[in-house]
């Protein structure tokens, strides 16, 4: 055999056992166990179902699952049993970790109760096919509150806004949208609204037909209406106005006592006597003698 092919096929051999060794290095410092990777992990409570407002949560709708210490979210669970028989404020996705803010307080009830925050008020409407919007007032939506009826100091009825801008808490019994969006037919709904706006809603309910007039949840403002008259409808030039108060009559007085006065006596002045006469003395040594002097001389 030649020994230069010899020479040939021993460095080539050599060359494929230094290129085999540097892949071989490379290959087991890639697969190996990297130093950036986090190896600290934490237990945290997802939910294995869709959990929706009201929901008491039981062992079955929970489990336990694995993230790294810098992914554990603020305010989740550790333990299944932390989180167990607390009722549901707030909608929970499946595989989502439950937080604080989402659950109500042990013992607080089943229900509509927990969800109603501090300060708000619960108040429940009769509706129907035509009020409720055909079905299409749901939970979570906000809908305006008008009133239809006949005011005290008006001629005809009217009907007017009483509450805008009120979130509706449940559609008859149900405490969350239909899954397919479709109109449900409820005799009632309950809306969240302040102590002063529930009064306002019961006697509006007492005195007059009310109308839910559904809105967009991300319209929030207040419109000022006037309201609007029967006789607007058929083209009044104006408002009927409020009548005149009634004119009261005078008061009664009573009759004074009837005084008789007796007429003036004349009495009758003496004529002022006449001025005396003109007299003249005279005087003869020792005689004196008087003569008068007629007037009119």
Known sequence: MDRRFLTVLGVSLVFALVVSSVFYQMTSRGSGPKKNEPTDMRDVVVATRPLGIGVMIKPADVKLTKVSTEAFPKGAFSKVEDVLDRPVVSNILLDEPLMEGRLQVKGSGLGMAPTIPVGMRAVTVRVNDVSGAAGFVLAGLHVDVLVTGHPPSGESNMT???LQNVLVLSAGQAMQPDARGSPVSVSTVTLLVTPGDAETLTLAGGEGRIQLVLRNSSDEAIEKTPGRFVAELYGAAKRPTAPPPPVKAPRPVAPRPLVMVAPPVAVPIAP?????????????GGQKTVETIPRGN
Do not use: E, F, L, S
Request: aromatic share 0%.
């Open 160 to 162: 007017t806004t009483v």
């Open 272 to 284: 002022a006597p006449p001025p005396p006469p003109d007299q003249i003395v005279v005087i003869r």
